[in-house]
């Protein structure tokens, strides 16, 4: 029979060795790297490698994989049922553009066509740094931020001044006139951020702000919360697309396929003469220790 005194010191010691341990566990969940899926897409051009972000959007990594493997129920375009069957596979890039992006996922083939639902947005607004650039430059005649893309009277009043107007709840000529410098004085104070929230966007500051760069993969859209089934792979940084599209991932292997892709003879609408069919997308399994 052990001592009672040894029994007590093998009792803490124990509990002590369950705390670091327990501690060190802790710490390891702590720093661990983030899970990032790992995807490929097979093309008739070759492979495209993607790494996916979920701590930037985790619902529309999760819609894309479960499109991609087939998990995920979605309206046949042509029929109009219910399937459930791998989205992409057959599917091509349907949007070309040279020094650009390269676009897909469109089940009609001419941009038009999704799952039958949207998706909402997953951006960072403020981790982009949206609510700091100014939508007017004061010191050089009021000129739009060029990530605006305002280059007309009518892009001025659609992008920035309509969308202010309805939220200050100015609703005809005579309450413009009366309160035009209350107006001017609110378009003067907009920043980026706020213009767009004026356009219907909704941001969410916990998430992961990631720029559209080089090689990202975004959501393709029509406007706020209008993700569905499309994407585009950027050529070039696209800084006037900060804000608007959910960015998601970025292509890890592969990128010479892309812009090879990127160099065919595509037509006015950007439909290469020779089709780039996406022949599947499917998640790569890690291999569990």
């Known amino acids: 029979m052990s001592h009672p005194l040894v029994a007590s010191c093998i009792r803490s010691c124990c509990c002590l060795l369950v705390a670091i341990v327990s501690m060190s566990w802790l710490e390891a969940q702590e720093t661990s790297p983030e899970n990032k899926p790992q995807v490929l897409i097979q093309t008739s051009h070759g492979e495209i490698q993607l790494e996916l972000w979920p701590k930037a959007a985790p619902k529309t990594v999760a819609h894309f ?53 949207n998706l909402q947005d997953e951006i960072n607004a403020s981790g982009l740094g949206l609510d700091t650039l100014k939508a007017l430059d004061l010191e050089n005649n009021r000129l739009p931020h060029p990530w605006l893309l305002i280059r007309t009277q009518q892009d001025f009043q659609r992008t920035l001044l309509s969308p202010l107007l309805k939220k200050m709840g100015v609703e005809n000529e005579a309450a413009f006139k009366e309160r035009l410098e209350e107006i001017q004085a ?104």
């Open 65 to 117: 994989i479960d499109l991609a493997e087939g998990r995920k129920a979605f309206t046949d375009s042509k029929t109009g049922e219910k399937v459930t069957r791998p989205f992409y596979d057959g599917l091509i890039f349907h949007r070309i553009i040279k020094d650009f992006m390269i676009q897909g996922g469109c089940p009609l083939g001419n941009g038009s066509g999704g799952p039958g639902f």
């Open 186 to 289: 609110a378009a003067d104070a907009l920043s980026l951020m706020q213009v767009y929230e004026n356009l219907g966007y909704v941001f969410d500051s916990t998430l992961k702000a990631e720029k559209p760069l080089r090689g990202v993969i975004a959501m393709a859209n029509a406007g706020p919360n209008t993700n569905g089934s499309q994407f585009f792979i950027n050529l070039v940084d696209t800084p006037h697309l900060t804000g608007k599209h959910t960015v998601f991932g970025k292509v890890v292997k592969g990128m010479d396929v892309v812009d090879q892709i990127a160099q065919l003879e595509t037509d006015a609408s950007g439909k290469s003469t020779e089709p780039v069919i996406i022949q599947s997308i499917r998640l790569i399994e890690e291999k569990q220790p």
